[in-house]
């Protein structure tokens, strides 16, 4: 094989990388979070899936706020306020999906970035998302991936306001 052959593999294979996830239709996992447990307010962290952290650099909302955004189903939901959101993992998930919806006007779409338990990036999937009401979006991916993070992020001017509930995932 000569260098250019190398390079269109090389290339070839990027693309086939940042496109190996699936969006998947409503699922029940084996671990689900609702985020009912939490107390309301601003924090940094919380532990959900037992083992699964929510986190982010700046605020993370536990939201009961039903003026802000109304939770999809019981009392509360999350969601970046200025920030957005990283989910990770204590080992690697074959299928991630939750529903969505915007948190402030002017948030009409998100992208999930998937990094691998080496903390490399792998592929992203973008979404959009209302203000008006909640949707389902779901992922799965190649069992090669080794999945452990994933990160939020809104594509509006300002970070964060995807909020989530009814969160689910399967481990691989």
Do not use: H
């Not at 509930?165 to 691989?172: E, K, P």
């Amino acid at each position: 094989m000569n260098n250019k052959t190398m390079l269109a593999i090389g290339v070839l294979g990027l693309a086939a990388l940042s496109n190996g996830q699936k969006a998947i239709g409503p699922f029940i996992g084996s671990n689900n979070e609702g985020f009912e447990k939490f107390k309301s307010g601003i924090t940094s962290a919380i532990s959900i899936f037992n083992d699964i952290a929510v986190a982010d650099a700046t605020k993370l909302v536990v939201n009961q706020n039903t003026a802000i955004v109304p939770p999809y189903s019981g009392t509360k939901c999350v969601f970046g306020d200025g920030a957005d959101i990283d989910l990770i993992w204590n080992g690697c998930i074959s299928q991630f999906g939750a529903y969505f919806r915007a948190a402030k006007s002017g948030v009409t779409s998100f992208r999930i970035d998937c990094y691998d338990w080496y903390n490399t990036y792998r592929g992203s999937a973008t979404a959009t998302v209302s203000g008006k009401s909640w949707g389902w979006r779901g992922w799965s991916f190649p069992a090669t991936w080794l999945i452990y993070k994933i990160k939020v992020v809104s594509l509006a001017a300002t970070p964060g306001y995807v909020a989530i509930d009814n969160a689910t995932c399967d481990w691989l």
